[in-house]
């Protein structure tokens, strides 16, 4: 499961509480797996995870190195940084996704190139001719 923590930031009110909470829900039990398989001995450390993560996103054409970060707790893995386009974004996700023991992975990856709402916001208007 993907948590988009750019979406629960931009919900405004008791909204945002309860997205928040699911989240933090379901990352705890994910959290309490991934501890159970690893006291068996059959998942991947942290440090582990982090490293097979980071070594996807490498292999990830349009992913520059060290556009992103990785941190990792418990196999919930946190991708943050800034790209330029939406699907950078979703190939990062997706790249963290195929490494094996991650339970889930939160996105706080801010697309600041152009086409963004932002961009567009900030683009000065053109009038039209009659």
């Known amino acids: ?16 509480v309860i ?3 699911v989240a933090t ?20 450390n942290d440090m582990q995870i982090q490293n097979d993560v980071l070594a996807e996103l490498d292999r990830e054409q349009n992913v520059i190195t060290g556009t ?22 979703k190939n990062a996700e997706l790249a963290a996704q195929r490494v094996d023991d991650v339970t889930s992975v939160l996105m706080d990856v801010d697309v600041t190139g152009a086409g963004t709402a932002r961009d567009i916001a900030r683009a000065p208007r053109v009038a039209q001719p009659r």
């Open 19 to 21: 997205a928040t909470s």
């Open 68 to 89: 992103i970060g990785v941190e990792v707790h418990h196999g919930v893995v946190k991708l943050a940084g800034h790209v330029s386009d939406s699907a950078i974004k």
């Open 1 to 16: 499961m993907a948590i988009t923590i750019g979406t629960i930031t931009k919900i405004h009110g008791m909204n945002a």
């Open 25 to 44: 829900d379901q990352i705890r039990k994910d959290s309490i797996h991934a501890d159970e398989l690893r006291r068996n001995g059959f998942m991947k």
